[in-house]
Nanobody
Framework: QVQLVESGGGLVQPGGSLRLSCAAS????????MGWYRQAPGKERELVAS???????DYADAVKGRFTISRDYAKNTVVLQMNSLKPEDTAVYYC??????WGQGTQVTVSS
């Protein structure tokens, strides 16, 4: 079965950094588009960043220049490096594969 296991969420101060990881199993990782999405209370789920099998990336305007998505084919892992975090980045972050399979979500809270 397909499984996406996330790690790295937590509480961080404004301006700080977090590194979210998503370990994928049960899929052919090398051929799927992977993505990170987030949902804040009262808000709809939104794209944060995505990366195709060929390495092409896409970012939400709100995170461009601050977040970086990457993938490690050897480890079947996708990473979201989050820098210069702002309170408005606070949300539950979800890992996805092909917009079909989803992780359990991990809470990111940016607060002083």
């Amino acid at each position: 079965q397909v499984q996406l296991v996330e790690s790295g969420g937590g509480l961080v101060q404004p301006g700080g950094s977090l590194r979210l990881s998503c370990a994928a199993s049960g899929i052919i990782f090398s051929i799927v588009t992977m993505g990170w999405y987030r949902q804040a209370p009262g808000k709809e789920r939104e794209l944060v960043a995505s990366i195709t099998s060929g390495g092409s990336t896409d970012y939400a305007d709100a995170v461009k220049g601050r977040f970086t998505i990457s993938r490690d084919y050897a480890k079947n892992t996708v990473v979201l490096q989050m820098n210069s975090l702002k309170p408005e980045d606070t949300a539950v972050y979800y890992c996805s594969a092909q917009l079909r399979f989803w992780g359990q979500g991990t809470q990111v809270t940016v607060s002083s």
